[in-house]
């Protein structure tokens, strides 16, 4: 039996927290409000109060970084909002961590870290990401953070655009007008994001980064009016004059290799609550 603590019992962290479950690991992880502790607690997932301000607050939080492994899923507030504040969230939790047993972190990223740049290839794990040519210098800098002189096992998770159950990208854009609908897409359903951070841990693939995204590529028109005619939604009311030509598109060729095999590989068959 394993120990595993996931910090952030969020969309993704409470439904991990069900499978390493019934696996039978022994699983304990955080939230930041008593409502949401209450409910987890009826669930029967060991939760406990924690929270990064950027500084730690919460009560008993030390158990969380008791276990053999540990999963972290705390992402930037917003795509372009205070970096400096996650960053800090970052260091305060590296001290918690450079003192603790943890010795495996899985820590997720997004693919947001690629270059904001249309390429004829897909973008692989080991593209040289730098300051200059990054997507997001956040996220760039939190995997610097949490890669630097490290004493524990690190693999990195990059998803793409997470969506399922509620989260249905034709709902956000019906009825809208001028949708840039014309490029494809890098997604990922909910239900593989938890399969792939629990395969990682199940096949030991430490030290490594991984792009977490379906290997198919839709464009982003066909999955809106797709939606729109399997949800009984309206679909978008017109769309950008763009030409189809080069996409920013990210690979899952590493994790496809490894084994795993997606229960969602296209995205224009996810399913939807």
């Known amino acids: 039996m394993t120990t595993i603590s ?48 950027p500084h730690p607050e919460g009560i008993g939080f030390n158990a969380l970084f008791q276990s053999e492994i540990l999963v972290l899923n705390i992402p930037p507030r917003t795509r372009s909002g205070d970096g400096i504040f996650h960053l800090e969230q970052l260091k305060y939790l590296r001290s918690l961590l450079d003192r603790s047993p943890v010795r495996k972190v899985i820590f997720v990223s997004s693919t947001g870290v690629y270059p904001e740049v249309d390429s004829a290839e897909e973008y692989m794990e080991d593209f040289p990401i730098s300051v200059e040519n990054t997507g997001n210098d956040t996220l760039f800098r939190a995997e610097q953070r949490m890669n630097s002189d490290r004493n524990y096992d690190l693999t ?8 399922g159950d509620d989260r249905i990208p034709g709902k956000y854009f019906s009825g809208k007008e001028n949708v840039a609908g014309h490029t494809r ?30 290997p198919v590529h839709p464009l982003r028109r ?15 009311a017109s769309y950008q004059n763009e030409p189809d030509g080069m996409d920013r598109l990210i690979s899952s060729a590493k994790l496809l290799k490894t084994g795993f095999e997606f229960e969602f590989p296209d995205p224009l068959e996810f399913k939807y609550q």
């Open 6 to 53: 996931i910090i952030g019992l969020g969309w993704i962290g409470e439904p991990l927290a069900a499978n390493f479950k019934e696996k039978g690991h022994q699983v304990k992880g955080s939230t930041t409000s008593a409502e949401k502790q209450e409910k987890l607690i009826a669930k029967g997932i060991d939760s406990i109060r924690f929270s990064l301000n």
């Open 156 to 163: 990195i998770v990059r998803f793409g655009g997470l969506l």
């Open 185 to 214: 897409v890098n997604f990922i359903h909910k239900q593989d994001a938890v399969r792939m951070l629990a395969w990682i841990i199940e096949k030991e693939l430490w030290n490594e980064t991984f792009n977490g995204v379906a």
């Open 222 to 236: 066909n999955i809106y009016e797709k939606n729109a005619a399997d949800l009984g939604i309206a679909p978008p």
